[in-house]
């Protein structure tokens, strides 16, 4: 999610609400400790209490493979005000796995042991410590041994991803995998991979067993995904008015250009709606067109009109 999951677009999924917490994007921890300043730029939620400003918990997520800074970039994130420290051993990015981070260190069990233990040891034990991992890296064979070493280490909630690093995002996930995980561990796990919606994630929960779901890039698709579920878990029938989305488009925009020039806030826009054409049809007939646009006005009426035209209430 580096790249479109910042603090901007979580607080625009914290305003409509649904989730229990939100995930920062991964901080590289390469040749040197993650300075405290950078903590409290990067995850700027660390500032007010580790939340956004609709209360939602923010975890601060690391990336990286030297144990030792690992641990004291961990510490500095807590003294910025991280109240949660994730570790994602799950990027399939090639950038990132030729610098020895992500899913690559799904190939040697004990060096995610070194870091986690490392981690762990280091912080204050009030504070929770998680990891995220995919199947494998070329195959499932270490799966097994990858999740002990985590457990071993001393961490109590573990996000999978239902795919190795060669799947990349290539459907389906094997939710099955998981739910052998989930028989093994007394670690809280948390499914992840194709849940979209309220009937996907009813089938994950049936074949994995699992009572905690994390949704990626299916929130970039559709922001009202969580809030969606949350309804439906609780019996209500989904009265949700989707012309929202041209609101929301606007005040997206709006919270960009408080951070960014018009020329990135343009791209930033026309990023978002190359996820949304996913879960909106409208925006998918009409990408070519948003792509086209030249400024951040004219990207903004070109949406509007879209969804005036085609959008009613449901």
């Known amino acids: 999610m580096e790249g479109v999951m910042d603090h901007t677009m979580r607080n625009l999924l914290s305003k409509i609400g649904g989730m229990d917490y939100l995930v920062s994007e991964f901080i590289r921890v390469t040749q040197h400790p993650i300075p405290i300043t950078a903590f409290k730029r990067l995850v700027p939620e660390n500032t007010t209490q580790a939340r956004t400003t609709h209360n939602h918990p923010v975890h601060t997520q690391l990336l990286g493979s030297n144990a030792e800074l690992m641990a004291e970039s961990a510490l500095n994130a807590i003294q910025a005000g991280a109240t949660h420290i994730d570790v994602n051993f799950g990027c399939p990015a090639k950038r990132v796995n030729g610098h020895g981070g992500g899913s690559v260190l799904l190939q040697t069990p004990d060096a995610l042991y070194s870091i986690m233990n490392a981690i762990r040891i280091t912080l204050p034990n009030e504070i929770p410590v998680s990891a995220k991992i995919r199947l494998g890296f070329e195959d499932e064979a270490l799966l097994f041994d990858n999740v002990a070493a985590i457990e071993a280490a001393g961490v109590s909630t573990l996000t999978i991803h239902g795919r190795t690093k060669k799947d990349g995002y290539k459907p389906p996930a094997r939710w099955e995998k998981i739910g052998e995980i989930q028989d093994k561990t007394s670690m809280t796990v948390v499914a992840n991979g194709d849940i979209v919606d309220i009937e996907s994630l009813l ?111 449901i």
Request: charged residues 25%; positive net charge.
């Open 203 to 313: 089938r994950c929960q049936s074949i994995t067993g699992c009572q905690h779901f994390m949704i990626g890039r299916g929130s970039l698709n559709n922001p009202f995904v969580f809030q969606q579920i949350r309804e439906q878990l609780n019996g209500h029938v989904n009265t949700i008015d989707k012309a929202l989305l041209k609101t929301l488009f606007a005040s997206y925009s709006t919270e960009l250009q408080k951070y960014c020039n018009d020329t990135d806030t343009l791209g930033r826009l026309k990023q978002w709606c190359g996820h949304l054409r996913f879960g909106f049809e409208e925006v998918q007939e009409n990408l070519h067109t948003l792509r086209r646009c030249k400024s951040t006005y004219e990207i903004i009426k070109t949406f509007e009109d879209i969804i005036a035209r085609t959008y009613i209430e």
